[in-house]
């Protein structure tokens, strides 16, 4: 669909079938037509990107725009008004997510139950993961003025906890909600998310046999994986994987329980990392090969349109 992008992050579509795309390191926001024209909606202000840090998520419900970037001193995330073509009205919405130059979460996403989600990382400080007074290692539910949605389960913007590093959020067919999470050495994570729920990090990564924890329902070697964006179409999961270089589709059961996964272009585009579905119910993928750690390819980087 597009190419010569540098680090596209996020992918959120629009009403009309349009698809809004970051780009980390230039802090640039793109419009992407159905028809793969490429157009800048605006520059970000206030973007610090190092590490793994930058512009990340997006995510739009109407005429507004969310973004989730890390400035000089925290992550935060933003929302601006589109309805002119363009980016007006900015509203930081949440600050204070802890900032590092690895573990920075990014991904945004709105469930079904019309509420903001965000994945956010530990920042480096595996200790933040575990604490509720810390926004790091979290995901976080919110409403779209940025207070804490009805029922959280601490009152707060927190709705789950224990995580390393939150890149990808979807939801099923039935609303069950879903996230991949890096793993350290051992095991990356796919986990089905419950309301006030500990994943367990930095005391398990992986399955364990602790009462207190819950069990991913999928996990990989960093090196077949890296998960980092997720969606949910045609009855699986799609999972892009940065280090181990291929899209996974994890078929889903009636009942929310995994299939075996199955590896699609295994090599073959390098680095995936945003994975989003498009109004049509097929995928958008990024890939992810100037961000550093990948092999730049001619026209990297990419938006993939996959057909299902």
Request: cysteine-free.
């Given at each position: 669909m597009a190419t010569d992008l540098t680090v596209p992050w996020g992918i959120a579509f629009l009403r009309g079938g349009d698809a809004l795309v970051t780009e980390r390191n230039s802090a640039r926001l793109l419009r992407i037509t159905r028809a793969g024209q490429v157009s800048e909606v605006g520059t970000i202000e206030g973007v610090n990107a190092s590490g793994e840090g930058g512009l990340l998520g997006v995510a739009a419900r109407g005429n507004m725009v969310f973004v989730y970037y890390t400035a000089a001193?925290?992550?935060?995330?933003?929302?601006?008004?589109?309805?002119?073509?363009?980016?007006?009205?900015?509203?930081?919405?949440?600050?204070?997510?802890?900032?590092?130059?690895?573990?920075?979460?990014?991904?945004?996403?709105?469930?079904?139950?019309?509420?903001?989600?965000?994945?956010?990382?530990d920042a480096g400080d595996s200790s933040l993961a575990q604490r509720l007074d810390s926004l790091g290692g979290k995901i976080l539910r919110m409403t779209v003025d940025g207070a804490p949605a009805p029922r959280n389960p601490f009152g707060t913007l927190v709705y789950s906890y224990g995580h390393r590093n939150v890149q990808g959020l979807a939801w099923d067919w039935a609303g069950r909600m879903y996230a991949t999470e890096f793993g350290q050495n051992t095991w990356?994570?796919?986990?089905?998310?419950?309301?006030?729920?500990?994943?367990?990090?930095?005391?398990?990564?992986?399955?364990?046999?602790?009462?207190?924890?819950?069990?991913?329902?999928?996990?990989?070697?960093?090196a077949e994986a890296s998960p980092s964006g997720l969606a949910f179409a045609k009855g699986s999961l799609w999972v892009g994987a940065l280090r181990g270089e291929r899209l996974w589709q994890v078929p889903l059961r009636w009942n929310g329980t995994p299939g075996t996964p199955i590896a699609h272009y295994t090599g073959v585009y390098g680095r995936l990392r945003a994975v989003a579905t498009t109004p049509g119910r097929d995928l958008w993928v990024s890939t992810s090969n100037k961000d550093g750690r990948g092999t730049p390819r001619t026209g990297d980087d990419k938006i993939l349109n996959v057909k299902l």
């Open positions: 001193d925290d992550n935060r995330i933003v929302r601006y008004d589109l309805s002119s073509g363009r980016l007006t009205n900015p509203k930081v919405l949440v600050t204070g997510i802890p900032k590092g130059s690895q573990h920075d979460g990014g991904r945004l996403a709105f469930g079904p139950d019309g509420y903001l989600y965000a994945g956010t990382g990356d994570e796919i986990n089905a998310i419950k309301s006030g729920g500990n994943y367990g990090w930095p005391v398990v990564e992986g399955k364990s046999n602790d009462p207190r924890f819950i069990n991913p329902i999928v996990t990989w070697t960093p």
